[in-house]
């Protein structure tokens, strides 16, 4: 009896977190299908006050003044699209540069045997313990030195090339993979790099793919060093210009319905990955520990 | 691929003149060239971390003892920064508060995601629930944070509207120098909340099955088997759990930045906000450095506890 008494309030336990999980989300979508003026006479209604889809016009910039202020607005438009594009561009890029070069470096540090190799990797390791904290604003200083600051190349400098968890993560599959393919490669006369890209690379797509998607996640939600390096429209990254948009509304009357849907046109994109790859997130997360 | 295989040519041809000098005929020649290529690919990362990890960190040392303001060169002043870091009351109010913060957010939710994640791993291995746990996560701190305060604004957030209904009296859940702080904690268990409890998950399902059983066997009930079976065996995974999660919570600042901005009157301003505001607010980049340089103290100095504490590297199970 007890037993069963403990299940259910196990049950109990996991609905009440779910939806503690959940709820944000819908309350985002709900509001951000609302009239802003709305919002302030149902603030407790489930369903959309008074539905519109002023507040998705408003932030993408096709809503006209009066429009805007008729439901609320404050007539700043948040020009999603450009902030979309620059996310998708330092996002991906990173993503991409990030991969490639992990992946070279992981086939050296799994595949070759030279030396040095450990001792190098030793060294590499260490960078896992200087918390990101410190090095940023060295780094900030670097970037400015160069004359990098508002650009993609500025953003994405410091983990491009090196970013530890991804080196890590490759090496640890490519540890693990079968030498036969690969000596009856160097039998036939393949050389390293044709080894690389037509054997080992191939044969690592899952955790490539796995890397990718988390690599993408964490650009797409960083928020710090864009805000350090970025000052122009053209290269600030949508997590940036949330804030911006925040600031620009009125700190007495918000326009909550516009930041909400604000926010969701950021949220979607990761949604969409989630919806597509959930269960390779789910499983990445082993004890690799991200981040 | 044609240039690729030139290139190999190329590195068998200069291999024989290279044995020449090396005094090690040990060493076979397809390991020299394993060498070259290797050094080659590991070049990027090489770079990569000598540029944005080596040299920040070197500086970042040297310029906690200058004084610098960015556009003109850094001027040695020795210890001055460190003499005013201790007569600094803002600082120490940033630490009081920051690790308030820190043992809040650790604490809270490292017992939630344990439970979640023991709950889970006995009740069901639906990848879907785990999924939708692990939502908050996929999000960044910017909309973790607008939307909480949405939900929390005074007048017209649903959780006050809620409060309103239930107790008749409203939170300043941002407004208030006693709220503020449980407040970002809140918002930060629930962003990481789910991550950590898929990751213990993930510990749990180490644990071979059979030993419940003959727990059961021996008459434990679901309890005592968590805490004499579950909680022992999960141990190496909970220290990293913890390190993380500390590490992760004094670094603190998307949504310390987005919502409070330090306030009201320095109640949130965080250590790693108030050194964005002295770097970016003042542009006292010298001082700034010496605080980065505490927390990069601070920080090692903890991890290096928690680990020797918790002897993470054993495990019982092997």
């Given at each position: 009896?007890?037993?069963?008494?403990?299940?259910?309030?196990?049950?109990?336990?996991?609905?009440?977190?779910?939806?503690?999980?959940?709820?944000?989300?819908?309350?985002?979508?709900?509001?951000?299908?609302?009239?802003?003026?709305?919002?302030?006479?149902?603030?407790?209604?489930?369903?959309?006050?008074?539905?519109?889809?002023?507040?998705?016009?408003?932030?993408?910039?096709?809503?006209?003044?009066?429009?805007?202020?008729?439901?609320?607005?404050?007539?700043?438009?948040?020009?999603?699209?450009?902030?979309?594009?620059?996310?998708?561009?330092?996002?991906?890029?990173?993503?991409?540069?990030?991969?490639?070069?992990?992946?070279?470096?992981?086939?050296?540090?799994?595949?070759?045997?030279?030396?040095?190799?450990?001792?190098?990797?030793?060294?590499?390791?260490?960078?896992?313990?200087?918390?990101?904290?410190?090095?940023?604003?060295?780094?900030?200083?670097?970037?400015?030195?160069?004359?990098?600051?508002?650009?993609?190349?500025?953003?994405?400098?410091?983990?491009?090339?090196?970013?530890?968890?991804?080196?890590?993560?490759?090496?640890?599959?490519?540890?693990?993979?079968?030498?036969?393919?690969?000596?009856?490669?160097?039998?036939?006369?393949?050389?390293?790099?044709?080894?690389?890209?037509?054997?080992?690379?191939?044969?690592?797509?899952?955790?490539?793919?796995?890397?990718?998607?988390?690599?993408?996640?964490?650009?797409?939600?960083?928020?710090?060093?864009?805000?350090?390096?970025?000052?122009?429209?053209?290269?600030?990254?949508?997590?940036?210009?949330?804030?911006?948009?925040?600031?620009?509304?009125?700190?007495?009357?918000?326009?909550?319905?516009?930041?909400?849907?604000?926010?969701?046109?950021?949220?979607?994109?990761?949604?969409?990955?989630?919806?597509?790859?959930?269960?390779?997130?789910?499983?990445?997360?082993?004890?690799?520990?991200?981040? | 691929?044609?240039?690729?295989?030139?290139?190999?040519?190329?590195?068998?041809?200069?291999?024989?003149?290279?044995?020449?000098?090396?005094?090690?005929?040990?060493?076979?020649?397809?390991?020299?060239?394993?060498?070259?290529?290797?050094?080659?690919?590991?070049?990027?990362?090489?770079?990569?971390?000598?540029?944005?990890?080596?040299?920040?960190?070197?500086?970042?040392?040297?310029?906690?003892?200058?004084?610098?303001?960015?556009?003109?060169?850094?001027?040695?002043?020795?210890l001055a920064n460190f003499r005013q870091l201790l007569g600094d009351d803002?600082f120490w109010?940033?630490l009081?508060?920051?690790?308030?913060?820190?043992?809040?957010?650790?604490?809270?939710?490292?017992?939630?995601?344990?439970?979640?994640?023991?709950?889970?791993?006995?009740?069901?291995?639906?990848?879907?629930?785990?999924?939708?746990?692990?939502?908050?996560?996929?999000?960044?701190?910017?909309?973790?944070?607008?939307?909480?305060?949405?939900?929390?604004?005074?007048?017209?957030?649903?959780?006050?509207?809620?409060?309103?209904?239930?107790?008749?009296?409203?939170?300043?859940?941002?407004?208030?120098?006693?709220?503020?702080?449980?407040?970002?904690?809140?918002?930060?268990?629930?962003?990481?909340?789910?991550?950590?409890?898929?990751?213990?998950?993930?510990?749990?399902?180490?644990?071979?099955?059979?030993?419940?059983?003959?727990?059961?066997?021996?008459?434990?009930?679901?309890?005592?088997?968590?805490?004499?079976?579950?909680?022992?065996?999960?141990?190496?995974?909970?220290?990293?759990?913890?390190?993380?999660?500390?590490?992760?919570?004094?670094?603190?600042?998307?949504?310390?930045?987005?919502?409070?901005?330090?306030?009201?009157?320095?109640?949130?301003?965080?250590?790693?906000?108030?050194?964005?505001?002295?770097?970016?607010?003042?542009?006292?980049?010298?001082?700034?450095?010496t605080m980065?340089?505490a927390?990069?103290?601070?920080?090692?100095?903890?991890?290096?506890?928690?680990?020797?504490?918790?002897?993470?590297?054993?495990?019982?199970?092997?």
């Amino acid at each position: 009896m007890t037993q069963r008494f403990g299940r259910v309030l196990a049950w109990v336990f996991l609905a009440v977190v779910l939806l503690v999980t959940v709820f944000p989300f819908f309350w985002i979508v709900r509001t951000a299908l609302s009239n802003n003026f709305a919002l302030a006479t149902h603030p407790s209604s489930l369903l959309p006050a008074d539905f519109t889809l002023g507040p998705f016009k408003r932030v993408l910039g096709l809503a006209t003044l009066s429009e805007a202020q008729a439901e609320g607005g404050s007539g700043a438009s948040l020009d999603a699209l450009l902030y979309l594009r620059n996310s998708v561009i330092y996002a991906a890029g990173l993503t991409a540069v990030v991969v490639f070069c992990s992946a070279a470096g992981a086939y050296a540090f799994a595949r070759l045997r030279w030396r040095g190799r450990n001792a190098l990797f030793s060294i590499l390791l260490c960078a896992l313990m200087i918390p990101t904290v410190f090095t940023m604003l060295p780094n900030f200083v670097l970037v400015k030195d160069l004359g990098l600051t508002n650009s993609f190349a500025g953003l994405v400098a410091p983990n491009a090339l090196f970013f530890a968890f991804a080196l890590f993560f490759l090496r640890q599959f490519m540890l693990g993979l079968p030498t036969e393919i690969e000596e009856a490669a160097i039998v036939d006369g393949a050389g390293h790099f044709r080894i690389l890209f037509r054997i080992i690379l191939p044969m690592s797509s899952g955790p490539l793919t796995t890397l990718s998607l988390l690599m993408f996640i964490v650009a797409w939600n960083d928020y710090f060093w864009p805000l350090l390096v970025t000052g122009k429209k053209s290269v600030q990254p949508l997590t940036l210009a949330l804030g911006v948009f925040k600031q620009s509304s009125p700190n007495t009357a918000p326009d909550w319905a516009g930041l909400m849907a604000a926010t969701l046109v950021a949220a979607v994109p990761m949604l969409a990955l989630f919806v597509v790859f959930g269960r390779r997130i789910v499983n990445s997360i082993g004890f690799t520990g991200f981040r | 691929m044609a240039v690729v295989s030139q290139e190999n040519r190329a590195v068998v041809v200069t291999a024989p003149t290279r044995r020449v000098r090396n005094r090690r005929p040990a060493v076979p020649a397809a390991r020299r060239r394993d060498a070259r290529v290797a050094w080659l690919l590991v070049t990027p990362a090489v770079v990569g971390f000598a540029v944005f990890y080596g040299f920040p960190l070197l500086r970042g040392i040297y310029l906690s003892f200058t004084e610098f303001h960015v556009l003109t060169p850094p001027t040695w002043v020795g210890l001055a920064n460190f003499r005013q870091l201790l007569g600094d009351d803002v600082f120490w109010h940033s630490l009081r508060i920051t690790v308030y913060f820190v043992l809040l957010q650790v604490v809270t939710g490292t017992v939630l995601s344990l439970a979640i994640a023991a709950i889970l791993h006995r009740l069901t291995t639906s990848a879907l629930i785990r999924g939708v746990i692990l939502l908050p996560y996929l999000i960044s701190n910017v909309i973790a944070a607008l939307v909480w305060q949405w939900m929390l604004d005074p007048q017209l957030g649903i959780v006050n509207v809620v409060l309103k209904n239930l107790t008749g009296d409203t939170v300043q859940f941002f407004g208030s120098s006693a709220w503020a702080i449980p407040t970002l904690a809140a918002i930060s268990v629930w962003k990481w909340m789910g991550y950590f409890a898929v990751l213990i998950f993930a510990g749990l399902q180490t644990i071979p099955p059979a030993i419940y059983e003959a727990g059961r066997v021996d008459g434990a009930s679901e309890v005592q088997m968590f805490f004499r079976l579950t909680l022992p065996l999960l141990r190496p995974i909970l220290v990293m759990v913890v390190v993380l999660s500390v590490i992760n919570a004094f670094q603190v600042f998307d949504i310390v930045q987005v919502t409070t901005q330090g306030g009201p009157a320095n109640a949130s301003n965080v250590l790693q906000m108030y050194i964005y505001r002295k770097a970016f607010g003042e542009f006292d980049f010298g001082y700034a450095a010496t605080m980065s340089l505490a927390l990069l103290v601070l920080l090692a100095g903890i991890t290096f506890l928690q680990l020797r504490v918790a002897r993470a590297n054993q495990s019982d199970l092997s």
